[in-house]
Every structure is written in structure tokens, then in C-alpha cells.
């Protein structure tokens, strides 16, 4: 018997040898998962996407866990909180319950997104933004209302950002997210020790 009948004979014509392991065609194909974790670190003070700058293409998903619980990933989103428009405008807002941690049931210790519209996306942490706890996506190419100062709108009627939330998203440049794919949180900014 032959190669191909072999596989034939034994249904295997869907599996492809990945790394050592078969694994199903499909999903050999499907592009790579991204992960952001979110870091919390009470010496000095910070919370923090990790990386809070990446970037991916179009149809690309992307997966956030935190080993402690608490954090959110929420889109700057006017149906968010009333926030500030700061994904693409023709982009679906996200929004993920707490994530993370011990006392977190297994199903809601990560929470992943896919991106199927181009541009820019900022995001933060319903319960940790005050720290800070806020990261940009680009999507394909930089774009739409996530490419605008903080407070572009006004701050009539809308959540305020608040100050390091807004001074980390001013850092995070969306041409050096495209040129580098990632950005490190900059933790010599906002260290601080207690």
C-alpha cells in the first residue's frame, strides 16, 4: 500500500504533522493566536497589558489572561461606560466580564477578541484604568477615531480618562506598533515604589 491510500484507508487526509504532532489541517492554517497578559505588580504600583502596544492583521485574534482576578478588556466605546469613540467607527465593541485568577471560574480566566475591521483600537480595564490599565491594537494599518488626541470629543457628557490611562496612550505611537509589532510597557514612566 501506498502513502496516499494509507491515508485514505485510515481517514487521515485532513492532518497535516505540525512540530511532531498531527494536527487537523485546518487549524494548521488559521493564523497564530496572540496573547497580552495583564501584570500586576503592587511594589510599585502598576497594572499593565503585556504588551500594551501590539499589532495584528485583519481576521487575527487575539487572547488577554491575568493571574489575578478583577481586570476587564472593554473597547473605548460610547456603549462602554459612555466612553470616548477610539476603535474604527465601523468596528464591533468589546467588552469582557472580570478575568483572571484563582477565584475566577476556568471559562473566564482569559478572554479573546478577533479582529475583522482595520484600524486603530484602544482599550482599557473598567476596574484597574485609573492605574493605568489601558493598551492599543492596530489592526492592518493605523486608523479612524483611536489615531485622535485623548479627549478629541470634548469631555461633554462622556466618562473622563482618566490622567495616566491617557498619558500611556499618548506613548503608545501606532507607527512604532506597525514597525515593531509590539511595544513594552514603559515601566520606568510610571514606576512608582510606595
Known sequence: ???????????????????????????????????????????????FFDPPGLYVQVGQTVRWSAGRWGPTVTAFHPSNDNRELRIPETAKPFSSIEIGGERTPLKTRSFQWTFDVEGTYDYFSRNHEVLGLVGRIVVGKPGGP?????????????????????????????????????????????????
Open 1 to 47: 500500500m501506498d502513502r496516499r491510500g494509507f491515508l485514505k484507508t485510515v481517514g487521515l487526509g485532513a492532518m497535516v504533522l505540525e512540530k511532531g504532532v498531527w494536527v487537523d489541517a485546518a487549524r494548521a492554517a488559521e493564523p497564530e493566536v496572540l496573547e497580552v497578559d495583564v501584570v500586576s505588580s503592587y511594589a510599585p504600583g502598576l497594572w
Open 146 to 194: 483611536g489615531e485622535k488626541p485623548v479627549g478629541y470629543g470634548g469631555r461633554e457628557g462622556r466618562w473622563p480618562m482618566y490622567p495616566k490611562a491617557a498619558q500611556l496612550l499618548e506613548f503608545l505611537k501606532s507607527d512604532q506598533i506597525v514597525e515593531k509589532k509590539t511595544l513594552a510597557f514603559p515601566k520606568q514612566i510610571f514606576e512608582h515604589r510606595f
